[in-house]
């Protein structure tokens, strides 16, 4: 039976656009059902109805429920190894998960300053000092990353894996805020946004047409 991933809508969902990168990047087959996210009761039961924390992602792979978006990146790891998801090298995958882990806990300024909302007009806004620090920590996060493995490949830890999928959403928000960035973070960005998961993502972000106001705040 094919795997199932339960996601938001794309334009504004940055934890359902984790997984759902993991996924298709590694051309994982998988079936999608979209959930548009806040829009009442009905929707909010269609979710419930596949996981009971309410919330998405979650993916469904036949009588095993996963819910949460780096628990699915890592159910997924196991399940294809192949994929090599996680550097196979310890210290690197411990680096690669700690920067997620980092990443799925934190950065709540930026989080809250910066939604992902695909339909915004490219434009700075003023951040609070947080989400300035925030930013200057995920800048650090990745030129240490392109330091040190940057001769692997041109990802975090040379090619496409779960660091970069937890990292993705990110990539959107500092361009659509316009945030200025060092040279060697601004490539990690450019090679992002040039695979082609992550195009396919962002058209279908840009081809829906529901307005979520709570997500319209900047
Ligand atoms: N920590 C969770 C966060 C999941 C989450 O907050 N999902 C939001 C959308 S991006 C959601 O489902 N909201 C719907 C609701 O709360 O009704 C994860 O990593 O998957």
């Given at each position: 039976?094919?795997?199932?991933l339960v996601i938001g809508?794309?334009?504004?969902s940055s934890w359902s656009m984790r997984p759902w990168?993991a996924?298709?990047?590694?051309?994982?087959?998988?079936?999608?059902?979209?959930?548009?996210?806040?829009?009442?009761?009905?929707?909010?039961?269609?979710i419930?109805?596949f996981t009971q924390s309410g919330k998405v992602p979650a993916l469904i792979?036949?009588?095993v429920t996963i819910w949460d978006s780096l628990a699915i990146i890592e159910y997924v790891?196991?399940?294809?190894?192949?994929?090599?998801?996680?550097?196979?090298?310890?210290?690197?995958?411990?680096?690669?998960?700690?920067?997620s882990a980092?990443m799925h806990s934190?950065?709540?300024?930026?989080?809250?300053?910066?939604?992902?909302?695909?339909?915004?007009?490219?434009?700075?806004?003023?951040?609070?000092?947080?989400?300035?620090?925030?930013?200057?920590?995920?800048?650090?996060?990745?030129?240490?990353?392109?330091?040190?493995?940057?001769?692997?490949?041109?990802?975090?830890?040379?090619?496409?894996?779960g660091?970069?999928a937890m990292?993705?959403?990110?990539?959107?928000?500092?361009?659509?805020?316009?945030?200025?960035?060092?040279?060697?973070?601004?490539?990690?960005?450019?090679?992002?946004?040039?695979?082609?998961?992550?195009?396919?993502?962002?058209?279908?972000?840009?081809?829906?047409?529901?307005?979520?106001?709570?997500?319209?705040?900047?």
């Open positions: 039976m094919a795997l199932k809508n794309k334009n504004y990168l996924l298709r990047a590694n051309n994982i087959p998988f079936d999608e059902v979209i959930i548009p996210l806040y829009t009442g009761d009905a929707d909010k039961q269609r419930l109805n792979d036949g009588d790891a196991e399940g294809f190894p192949e994929a090599q998801i996680w550097p196979e090298d310890r210290a690197r995958r411990a680096h690669a998960r700690s920067i980092e934190g950065f709540m300024a930026l989080r809250n300053e910066c939604g992902m909302n695909l339909h915004r007009p490219v434009g700075a806004i003023e951040l609070s000092a947080e989400a300035r620090a925030n930013i200057a920590r995920v800048r650090q996060i990745w030129i240490e990353c392109r330091e040190r493995y940057g001769k692997l490949g041109p990802f975090l830890f040379g090619s496409f894996g660091a970069d990292f993705a959403p990110v990539v959107h928000r500092f361009r659509i805020y316009a945030i200025e960035l060092a040279p060697e973070a601004r490539d990690y960005m450019d090679t992002m946004m040039s695979l082609p998961a992550f195009q396919e993502w962002t058209r279908a972000g840009l081809a829906e047409t529901l307005v979520i106001e709570r997500f319209e705040t900047a």
